[in-house]
C-alpha cells in the first residue's frame, strides 16, 4: 500500500509534493520519489528510505524547481526497499508515473513488452504499467490511458505525466483511492485526505475507472470512452490540527487519548430516547429479524473488533455468529447465503481482503453491512448498509480508537438486533444502552491512571515471547493485546485461550516466558485465577488486568491494573485501554518508532 500525490499550481512543486506526502507516510514510508516538470522537461528525485532522506538527497544533489509534478511513498509489494524501485518510474520517452496498488497481470504484460525489445531497471510491477503507456502513446494521452488501463488487471490509482504535456497531470483510478483536490489557482491529486489539508479541504471523489486532468485553472474528468464527468464537490471534516499530535509524543497516544470522544461522536448520533437506532444505516428491525446467520469478516484488529461483537451477539441476540478473517473467508467455500447477513469491519476502508470478501458474499446473495471510518473508501461505497464510524483520522499504524469505535457499533448493533428479536426488553435495552453512555467518562477517568501501567509495562521490556490469556470475551481482549503488543515492540506474543492452556502450549511456560492475563468477567473468575496459578506454577511472570472487583492475591499475580467496573458485557471498552498503553510504553521502552512500526502500513490495499 503506498501513498500518491501531485501539483498543479504557482507553489513550489518539490515542497508541496514532500508535505503532501508526509501526511501519507502512513501509507507506508520504505522509499520516497517526486517527478517535476523543470524547463518543459521531467526531472525525478527518489531513494530508499523515509522522506527525510529524500529531502537529504534533494539537498545535496538538488531539488527540482517547478509547479507541476508528482510524488510517491512506498510500501514495496514487488521489489524490496531500493533506490532503483522506488517510485517515479519512467516509461521510455513520453511517460513518468506515481501508482498505488497491484497489477496482477504484470508478468504477461512485461514478456510481451521485453518481446516487443522493451528492457525494465527495476522489479516493479509499476514499471510496466509505465513501459506499457510508453508503448501504447500515440500522442494523444486519454487514448493512451484508456488502452493501457484495457490491458491491465489489478488495482491501482495512478499519477501520470506525458513529457509532451508539461505543466498536466493525469490520474487514473481503479480500486485503490484517489482523490483531486480544489484550492485557490491550485489542485492536487492524493491517495487520502490529510495529504491537501495544509492547502485545501474540497476535494473530488475520483470513481473506478475514471481519469481526471489537472493543468493551470482547469479540472476535468472523463470516463475510459473519454464521456465528460460531472463530479460532486466534497469538504474534508477533518483541520489539520486534528491530523496532527497537539502536543502527544506519538499519534497512537494521542489517539488512545481520543477514545472518549470518538465514543460520543460514533455513538450518540445513533441513540434516539435512549434506545440504539441504526435506521439512518438502513437497518431496521425487521430486516434484523429476517437474518439467518451473521458473519463479520474483517482483518487484524478489526476483526478482533468483530470477535467482541460475536461475543455480545449471541450472548443477547442469540442468532450464529461466524468471525472469519478475511483472506480465509475468501477461499473456504463460505456456506454464506441470501438469508445471511455479512458485517464489514474496517477503519480504512480499502483493505483489499476484506473488500474481495464482502464481494464474494454479495455475489452469494449475502446482505452486506460495512462498518468503516475512512469517509467515501471502497468498502464505504460498496456496501448495501453503512455505518461509519467517527473516530477522525487515525494515523498511527496499530489501531487503537477505531477498534474502540468499531466495538461500541457493534455494542449497538447487538442492542438494537436482541430487542428486534424479542431476546431482552425495552427495559434491558435502554439499561445496556445507557452503560454504552456511560463508557467514555469511564475511560476518560482511566487514562489517568496510565502511569501505573509504566513498571508493569518495564517487566515486560527484555522478554522476548509473551502469552496473552483470558476467557470468553476476555479471549477476545487478548488477541487484540497481543497484536498491539506484537506490531509495534517487535516482541512475540500470542493470545490464547486460557482454558486451552493444559492441551500443550503450557510446556512454553517458564521464568522468561511472562503472562498477561485479562480477568474482567466474573462468571469465569474462578477458572481464570487456576489457569493464571497453572503458569505461574512453572515459573510464569504473571500480569493481570482485571475488574475492580476481581482483584488477584500476590500468590497469584506478580503485577495487576483493576480497571473500574461496568457490566461484564461491556468491560471490553474499559479493558482494552490498559493493553493498548501496555504495548505502547513498551514500544517507547524499546527505542521503536511507535507510529511507523517496521515492515507495516497503515491500509493493506494489497492481498
Ligand atoms: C491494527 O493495529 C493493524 N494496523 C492492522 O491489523 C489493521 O487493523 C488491519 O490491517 C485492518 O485494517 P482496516 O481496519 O483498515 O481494514
Same mark, same amino acid.
Given at each position: 500500500m503506498c501513498g500518491i500525490v501531485g501539483y498543479v499550481g504557482k507553489r513550489d512543486c518539490a515542497d508541496v509534493l514532500v508535505a503532501a506526502l508526509s501526511k501519507l507516510e /502512513? &501509507? *507506508? /514510508?520504505d522509499s520516497a520519489g517526486i517527478a517535476v516538470f523543470v524547463n518543459n522537461t521531467i526531472q525525478t528525485a527518489k531513494s530508499q528510505g523515509r522522506l527525510e532522506d529524500l529531502s537529504k538527497k534533494m539537498e545535496q544533489e538538488g531539488k527540482p524547481e517547478g509547479h507541476v509534478g508528482i510524488g510517491h511513498t512506498r510500501w514495496a509489494t514487488h521489489g524490496k526497499p531500493s533506490d532503483i524501485n522506488s517510485h517515479p518510474h519512467r516509461g521510455g520517452e513520453n511517460v513518468t508515473i506515481v501508482h498505488n496498488g497491484i497489477i496482477e497481470n504484470y508478468k504477461q504484460l512485461k514478456e510481451m513488452l521485453i518481446a516487443e525489445g522493451r528492457s525494465f531497471v527495476s522489479e516493479t510491477d509499476t514499471e510496466v504499467v509505465a513501459q506499457l503507456l510508453d508503448y501504447n502513446y500515440n500522442g494523444n494521452p486519454l487514448e493512451t490511458i484508456a488502452k493501457t488501463m484495457a490491458q491491465v488487471i489489478g488495482s491501482f490509482a495512478l499519477g501520470i505525466l506525458f513529457n509532451d504535456f508539461p505543466n498536466r497531470i493525469y490520474a487514473v483510478r481503479r480500486e485503490s483511492p484517489l482523490i483531486v483536490g480544489v484550492g485557490e489557482d491550485e489542485s492536487f491529486i492524493a491517495s487520502d485526505v490529510p495529504a491537501i489539508l495544509k492547502y485545501t479541504r474540497q476535494y473530488y471523489l475520483l470513481e473506478h475507472d475514471e481519469i481526471a486532468m489537472l493543468e493551470e485553472g482547469s479540472i476535468t474528468f472523463c470516463n475510459m470512452q473519454f464521456r465528460p464527468i460531472q463530479k460532486k464537490l466534497m469538504t474534508a471534516d477533518w483541520d489539520m490540527e486534528a491530523a496532527e499530535k497537539q502536543g502527544y509524543e506519538h499519534y497512537m497516544l494521542k489517539e488512545i487519548h481520543e477514545q472518549p470522544e470518538s465514543i460520543k461522536r460514533t455513538v450518540m448520533p445513533r441513540i434516539e430516547n435512549g434506545m440504539p437506532n441504526l $435506521? +439512518?444505516? *438502513? @437497518?431496521?428491525p425487521e430486516s434484523l429479524r429476517a437474518f439467518r446467520n451473521i458473519y463479520i469478516v474483517a482483518c487484524g484488529t478489526a476483526m478482533h473488533a468483530g470477535m467482541v461483537g460475536k461475543y455480545v451477539i449471541e450472548k443477547l441476540a442469540r442468532v450464529p455468529v461466524i468471525v472469519d478473517i478475511a483472506s480465509e473467508f475468501r477461499y &473456504? $467455500?463460505?456456506? @454464506?447465503? +441470501? $438469508?445471511d447477513l455479512i458485517i464489514i469491519i474496517s477503519q480504512s476502508g480499502e483493505t483489499a481482503d476484506s473488500l474481495a470478501a464482502m464481494r464474494l458474499a454479495s455475489e452469494r446473495g449475502a446482505k452486506t453491512l460495512a462498518i468503516v471510518n475512512a469517509k467515501g473508501s471502497s468498502i464505504a461505497r460498496e456496501a448495501d448498509m453503512l455505518i461509519y464510524t467517527h473516530a477522525g483520522p487515525e494515523i498511527a499504524v496499530a489501531s487503537t480508537k477505531a477498534y474502540m469505535v468499531q466495538i461500541s457499533v457493534m455494542y449497538l448493533f447487538a442492542f438494537e438486533l436482541a430487542y428486534a428479536k424479542g431476546k431482552i426488553d425495552e427495559a434491558e435495552c435502554r439499561r445496556l444502552t445507557a452503560l454504552l453512555l456511560e463508557t467514555p467518562d469511564r475511560i476518560a477517568a482511566l487514562l489517568e491512571q496510565k502511569e501505573e501501567l509504566k513498571a508493569m509495562s518495564e517487566a515486560l521490556v527484555s522478554a522476548e515471547s509473551l502469552l496473552y490469556i483470558g476467557r470468553g470475551l476476555d479471549y477476545a481482549l487478548s488477541m487484540e493485546g497481543s497484536l498491539k503488543l506484537k506490531e509495534i515492540s517487535y516482541i512475540h506474543s500470542e493470545a490464547y485461550a486460557a482454558g486451552e492452556l493444559k492441551h500443550g502450549t503450557i510446556s512454553l511456560i517458564d521464568r522468561d516466558m511472562p503472562v498477561i492475563a485479562v480477568d474482567t468477567q466474573p462468571d469465569l473468575h474462578k477458572k481464570t485465577v487456576s489457569n493464571i496459578e497453572e503458569v505461574k506454577a512453572r515459573g510464569a511472570k504473571t500480569l493481570v488486568i482485571c475488574g475492580e472487583s476481581l482483584i488477584p492475591s500476590k500468590e497469584v499475580a506478580d503485577y495487576f491494573f483493576a480497571v473500574p467496573e461496568i457490566d461484564a458485557l461491556l468491560m471490553p471498552m474499559l479493558a482494552v485501554v490498559p493493553l493498548q498503553l501496555i504495548a505502547y510504553y513498551v514500544s517507547v521502552m524499546r527505542g521503536n518508532d511507535v507510529d511507523k512500526p517496521r515492515n507495516l502500513a497503515k491500509s493493506v490495499t494489497v492481498e
Open positions: /502512513y &501509507r *507506508g /514510508y $435506521s +439512518e444505516c *438502513g @437497518i431496521t &473456504r $467455500s463460505p456456506l @454464506i447465503g +441470501e $438469508s
